[in-house]
């Protein structure tokens, strides 16, 4: 029998932030000295601040100061760290990111990509995700992140959807790209896999009748993340298909739940391209 067998998966989740906040917390108080990054003509120094409960960045060039910002933690992570280009936007700048967080649990992560040229700009702002890749080698760097608007939602965090969407760089910043998130119909075998998926788990109840605070059921669950996961990758009218196939006829309430869940897509920061994506079911 595991340690945490007696206890609840958020609990268990729970301790597993407090473990990597006091990590962190550690390693601040550990540091006496400013650790100080050069990229070209730019300084970065980043000192432990409130008792070594906060990071603070300062950004120097010829020992101007140019930018700084303060949270729990602060790192710079300059391309070559990252086993990336040295320029993310294809402008023949070099950049470098920012990576921030707040100690909060399950969320507060940011990552601030600034470019170096002979003006230091902070080019965007991204959330909750971090991982970086050129997949279609056009020299215009994407980041992949998680949309938190279904987290929590009729679901405690561990089993809560939380689909990736990515963004590309851009004149204007990065923004999402429909293109990059769309993603080949399932095959048959596949989306049967899907269905008994669902199925499988047996446990389905009246949707209308679910209190504000109650999460959705074993089958129900499974059904919603296949759902919400199919809507990010522009297979809206499939996953449509998937809820009115293995939705049990004797379980009211299916299409107030779909009206609940479109409700809440028009709610996230990624509205525009998940309405691209999936035309004539997102409106």
């Given at each position: 029998m595991?340690?945490?067998s007696g206890i609840s998966l958020r609990a268990a989740h729970r301790l597993v932030w407090l473990a990597v906040v006091l990590v962190h917390t550690s390693t601040l108080l550990a540091a006496d000295e400013p650790v100080v990054t050069t990229i070209g003509d730019y300084t970065f120094s980043v000192a432990a601040a409130n008792y070594g409960m906060s990071h603070e960045l300062t950004v120097l060039k010829k020992d101007k100061v140019l930018w700084s910002l303060s949270d729990f933690t602060v790192r710079v992570l300059d391309?070559?760290?990252?086993?990336?280009?040295?320029?993310l936007t294809g402008d023949r700048v070099p950049d470098a990111i920012i990576e921030?967080?707040?100690g909060g649990a399950h969320c507060c992560f940011a990552q601030y990509i600034v470019?170096?040229?002979?003006?230091?700009?902070?080019?965007d702002t991204v959330y909750n995700g971090g991982r970086w890749s050129d997949a279609d080698h056009d020299g215009l760097w994407e980041v992949t992140v998680n949309d938190l608007t279904f987290d929590y939602w009729k679901l405690p965090h561990s089993d809560s959807p939380l689909p990736e969407v990515i963004l590309e760089a851009s004149r204007t910043g990065f923004v999402p790209s429909a293109e990059l998130m769309?993603?080949?119909t399932p095959s048959a075998s596949e989306v049967l896999a899907m269905l008994r998926a669902a199925r499988d788990q047996k446990l389905w109840k009246d949707y209308n009748t679910l209190a504000?605070?109650?999460f959705l059921p074993g089958a129900m669950a499974e059904t919603h993340r296949q759902f919400v996961t199919l809507l990010y990758s522009g297979q809206g009218k499939l996953g449509?298909?998937?809820?009115?196939?293995g939705w049990p006829l004797f379980i009211l309430g299916r299409e107030q739940y779909i009206a609940d869940v479109l409700a809440l897509v028009k709610?996230?920061?990624y509205y525009a391209v998940l309405r691209e994506l999936n035309a004539g079911v997102v409106e």
């Open positions: 595991s340690w945490c391309s070559d760290s990252l086993g990336i280009a040295r320029d921030t967080y707040s470019s170096l040229g002979t003006k230091f700009e902070v080019m769309l993603r080949s504000d605070d109650e449509l298909e998937l809820i009115e196939t709610k996230s920061p």
